[in-house]
């Protein structure tokens, strides 16, 4: 008897097909109450590591709970220790797969229950007309693809134990196992489909126990290669959860490994050796998540020192958070406010300093690159499928744009007033020095503010327009007694007029973003 090689590559790819449709569409029909789960019950430890196992058994995919993890903590509404909590949960919850694939997948006729749910299921993928309908059907048959998967590796590999001698694998120890265990997982980037496989093989005899705990081990440090790879060129906090997720794999896999004898001699007490592998794959876990959960805190201070901010500041924009509508809305609320805070002190900078031009090029990169972070913002917009968000959040988006264009307004203006700003400062230096004082008097109420822009009460808004306007009939009135008086060429009084009118203009554009960011629903996560 041959071996049909295959039959069961076939089986394992039909396996990741099969979770790939099952996710989407848990994602889909059930993806609202999972966010809610992960993003509103992760305030104590308990509820952050069963919101993870949960969310993680639930959508059969610890990287779909990972992505989402990294996006709560991209847009700052999530601290690392609660991301880190549900990060150790989605471990445990991965267990889930192998306890149905052991309790049910090898005790059902696979092909015969198979076939009715890919038909049904594949019956209404292509012929409902409803949306909700439509992700049922993919669901059924995601499901059906599974079960016609676990029977392709469960029959090629039954007949495994005739052609490849159990004593030539005798020969292998179980770090190499382990090992393989690593590579597989890598590859394949599932550990639950090294899961399944892992069964067949110890249900037709190929591979004993504790040859298959081992390899689960390494399945379980395997599976952290994608977010290594996803946080490579990511931001600090992106850094922090991957180092957190492989930390915790690597020292709860260590553990195992080192108590890989009791751990298996407990487990083997069970009868059916299945049974004992997934429950040897929970108990290691488990074990982590106990080992680990006391130290969450200064674990997260640890990671929080490891990776630190540059000096360039990252942006809140992480791609993840545009799978959750409130997370992404608040990823651009946080955005905005730091484009305000960015906008502000561009332009606060060109009221303290002599205008002798040769700090002009230093406010025209600022520029630039806030020009740069308010396209960014708009991109990320266009990006979301606003039509499915609630009608709420689609004005708080506009109310973004809005306020965006309005901080880029107020940075232009101030740029197209350089030149003239250093022709007043050569034609007349009162009239400069006058225009200089009331611009800084406008920034120092900014300053006195504090770093909470959404803080600001309508009443003192009024206050600045107020002073704004005073400030700018006052020049004006100044600017008309010394072209009276001859101190003003004529030939320059349309640009001393455009430069005061100008800057009001800027003022105002300002006034205008930061009355409307206090009007958001919510304010900034980490501002300033």
């Not at 991209?74 to 991965?94: E, S, W, Y």
């Not at 004005?395 to 740029?415: P, T």
């Amino acid at each position: 008897m041959q071996l049909d090689l295959w039959k069961p590559l076939a089986g394992l790819m039909l396996f990741l097909l099969a979770m790939s449709l099952i996710e989407e569409s848990v994602r889909a029909l059930a993806g609202n109450r999972v966010k809610q789960v992960i993003g509103e019950h992760t305030r104590s430890r308990l509820g952050g590591i069963l919101s993870g196992t949960l969310a993680t058994a639930l959508l059969q995919s610890s990287s779909l709970v990972g992505l989402l993890v990294l996006a709560f903590v991209g847009a700052r509404v999530m601290p690392l220790k609660n991301a880190l909590l549900i990060i150790f949960g989605a471990n445990l919850g991965t267990t889930a797969t192998g306890w149905i694939v052991a309790t049910i997948g090898f005790k059902l006729d696979l092909e015969a229950a198979s076939l009715p749910l890919m038909g049904i299921g594949g019956l209404l993928w292509i012929t409902c007309g409803t949306q909700r309908a439509a992700w049922f059907g993919r669901l059924g048959l995601g499901i059906g693809l599974l079960l016609m998967a676990l029977e392709f590796m469960k029959s090629a590999l039954g007949g495994g134990g005739s052609v490849i001698d159990p004593q030539y694998l005798a020969r292998f120890n179980v770090a190499e196992f382990l090992l393989f265990g690593v590579v597989f997982s890598a590859v394949v980037q599932s550990s639950s489909a090294v899961m399944v496989v892992t069964l067949s093989a110890l249900s037709s005899g190929i591979i004993e126990l504790p040859s298959a705990a081992a390899l689960m081990i390494g399945a379980d440090l395997g599976t952290t290669t994608t977010i290594i790879l996803g946080a490579i060129r990511g931001s600090a906090n992106k850094k922090r959860v991957a180092l957190g997720h492989v930390l915790f794999n690597v020292g709860t896999d260590l553990l195992a490994f080192a108590l890989l004898v009791p751990l298996v001699a407990i487990v083997s007490v069970m009868a059916d050796p299945l049974m004992s592998l997934v429950l040897f794959h929970t108990l290691f876990n488990l074990l982590g998540v106990c080992l680990f959960t006391p130290f969450v805190s200064p674990f997260a201070r640890l990671l929080e020192a490891v990776f630190v901010d540059s000096r360039h500041r990252e942006t809140y924009l992480d791609p993840a958070a545009q799978l959750l509508p409130e997370t992404a809305v608040s990823a651009l609320v946080s955005e905005v406010s730091a484009l305000a805070d960015a906008i502000i002190s561009q332009n606060a900078s060109l009221y303290g300093r002599e205008a002798d031009g040769s700090l002009t090029s230093d406010f025209e990169m600022d520029y630039v690159v806030n020009k740069q972070n308010e396209g960014q913002i708009l991109a990320y917009t266009l990006d979301l499928e606003l039509q499915n968000y609630p009608p709420d959040l689609r004005r708080e988006v506009e109310q973004i744009l809005q306020i965006g264009r309005n901080l880029l307004l107020s940075a232009k203006l101030c740029k197209d007033s350089l030149a003239n700003l250093a022709e007043l400062a050569e034609v007349h230096r009162g009239l400069w020095l006058e225009l200089m004082r009331v611009q800084r008097t406008f920034y120092q109420q900014f300053d006195e503010i504090g770093d909470d822009l959404s803080a600001l009460q309508i009443q003192q808004i009024e206050a600045f327009a107020e002073m704004t306007n005073r400030h700018h009939d006052h020049l004006h009135q100044a600017i008309y007694a010394a072209i009276q008086a001859d101190q003003l060429p004529v030939d320059n009084v349309s640009s001393v007029l455009n430069v005061n009118r100008s800057l009001y203009n800027s003022n105002v554009a300002l006034l205008t973003a930061v009355a409307a960011f206090s009007r958001l629903p919510q304010g900034p996560r980490d501002v300033r």
